[in-house]
């Protein structure tokens, strides 16, 4: 596929066929009581030879019979059948094609076979195919899903997920819910017959409701096809990638998996680095980076402040911020002054700050916020949850440790700021509800400090490419 | 100190005085409220020049007022108060002191003046103090705590926690209470004038109800007595470490915060790595080891079974394992008859093990965990949380997922098992309720992995040093 347009029908079809669907458990049976809950049921055109109803809609025996226009079909039925299907869909007139079908490369060489001659059907008429193998897509604001979400997974959102595995995506939607992180688009690509990881990267490039990119893969059926696309779209959209298959046995694991040979890592290292892509190194640390990425303004430059009531965080959160090559500056005059100014005595401003109990966690924090050599602010809130309930504060978190009277989560901050609660999950509630998604709260310094180095990294690259 | 028990009245004092008890807001009002609370008020003398009464108990003008035995003096006044308060303890024949005042070496050269005329005295004395710049100890077996805790962390448990910092000892008594992680006793040494860690060590070795020490320092006094302690106690307890001031920067941070210049961070790593202790990365990292260590039987070898409902999280498992030294065996003949028994012709009974939709997730656990070749399991589970609610099913987790009639957390397994749920925390919070503490939840598989490979890494050091 060239036309960068091409995947817009399938997230937003004028007629979906469900072929495969039925009235024992699975895909089959959900998948059209969905699209109906979601308000696709007067669009919705369900097929089985075996005709009948089905939630209520009328099964149709054949995609002929199919009163209205469809442009989308979604093949749910047994491997073998499926070449048979293709062929339907294709003298029809429907040439885009979601195949959710499990057992073709994936389980062998008769799958294989059989997945050679959906290709050559799909060529033959032109036809899209996302899959075999795959869940298919999500549009938030739509609402048009050929999988099962969670209903509030479908809170519209600026990121799009893109992932080889249909369960891998369709889990991703689920945790970045979690953290109120919304999403755009989704997409699941299986065994990737026609449609490719380049095709869905180029849709979400064009696409105006996705700001960031997230990608789950296992290796890429054109390394440089995929280097020049990644170049191009890391110029104005951050991709997050994590790719499985670093090691051998690994490799084995998804060769099985989705039927792709995984590509060698150090190639993949190198090609991630060279076009900006940001590679996230765990499935914990995908998460972390695009809560970041997806939040948060670019840096003006690499000086972080740290702002802690607790000297040992601040020494941790030091050490990785180093490791991961931010700089912590010496503090100006401006900041000194205006947190010393009426501190108590004991009080030693310098960065990480640690204010201690002197009270004096907003004026640091509003201090660092103006200051034009800070380029991103770490909060490490270090207060025992047992001591915070003590206090029985009138104030929210915001106001008693930013001096915020509006929630943090509904301001404009004009530099990258992240905090970290290290103590009790109860009191990173608090902050969460208080924060998020505009502001992510991480378990640990550590991690706040690493996803900020990736958000540099990113800027610096940018610098250099413009 | 050389003696191992030597700690031991800090723990369970005969009677308390609490120094600078007093009527306005901080520690000195709270600490007698919160001994009270706890059962210690009839062991309990507060001092106070004022004299009067506090929370119902009458507060003596001085130490020789008090009418009971007492062995332990907590000190809660302003820095340059210390020195003459020392000197009345050790007049009034009491050894231990836990002093918790701030403002000595951590503030600059006159704190530490105070901190040398402080150590003078308690060498003329025989004074064992812990602190400066500390909150003390906790022991959840008898309620004996001189910090304010969640009511939750009194569940008396195994794990030992030993910091420098005060607020970083307090902060992970509250993390791991989320995890269902019970401590035994906690020490947070501070600016170290007289007890340092070598001493904390040495008595919870010797402790009992201690079966797994963690520790944060930011730097030894005495490398070479560390170096011999820690070779000792790996031999019988595990002992892991979480180490700031990795960096130069770092390093700066923990100087000015507890007064102790941090050590050659090389050193240490191979002081670590020698003595069989377990290194921390991160503050996260310490919490996953800690759970993992406190609560899994020692490993036979390093074989791990990997079993899963997604290819791509057994793909990641199998990356992150083999990177961290585990192997992934392939399964004997057992495991795959037992498997393919009545399972689906698709399943490809290997090692990471997908079983998809199948239904032999019990199977596959049962032959893992009965078969001598596979030393290690990791479960991940990788269900959206939307079709698991869809299933309403009448089984519990335990059931479904392993087998089990009983929650998988009252039953003893005969080598390492940890679970990484994938998808929404809705789910992950089913599986925590069902196996938590017994078999820790994780939210990724590398985390898994990570925590299954340091348990085999101390274990193969023990092999080599026994």
Redesign the interface.
Known sequence: MNSDNTLKPFFAPVGIAVIGARSTPGFGY?LPSNLKENGWGDRTYLVNPKGGRLHGMPVYKTLTEIPGKVDLAVVIVPAPAVPGVLTDIGEAGIRQVILMS??FA???PEGAALQDESSAIANQYGLKIIGPNCVGVVNTKNRFATT???PE?FTPGTLAVL???G??G??L???F??YGIAVSKAVTLGNRVVVNEIDALNFFHQDPETRTIVM?I?GSADGRRLRKTLTKISQDKPVIV?K????????T??A???GSLSGEDELYEGMFAQTGTVRA????DLTVLARVFDTQPPPRGNHLGIIT????????A???A??HGLV?PELSERIINNVKNGAPG?I?V?N?L?VGPSGQFPAAFQAMMEDRDIHMILAVI??????Y??MEMSTTVDEFFFGSKKPIKDQLWPKPFVISV????KLANLFKQSCEPRVPVF?????ATRALAALWRYRRWLNGNH
Chains 1, 2 share one sequence.
């Open positions: 959900m499990a057992g994936e389980t062998g099962e979400l969670m997974a992932a080889q595995s369960v891998f369709h889990n939607l689920e945790r819910n979690e789950y296992e994590l499985s298959g670093r090691t051998e046995q690994g490799k694991a998804t099985s998996h989705t190194k765990t499935l914990d009531g607790s000297g040992s965080m601040g020494a941790l030091t050490d990785s180093i490791d912590i004991w030693n310098k990480p640690d270090a207060i025992p949850y047992a001591a309930q003590r290290v103590s009790h999950e378990a640990s310094p550590e991690t």
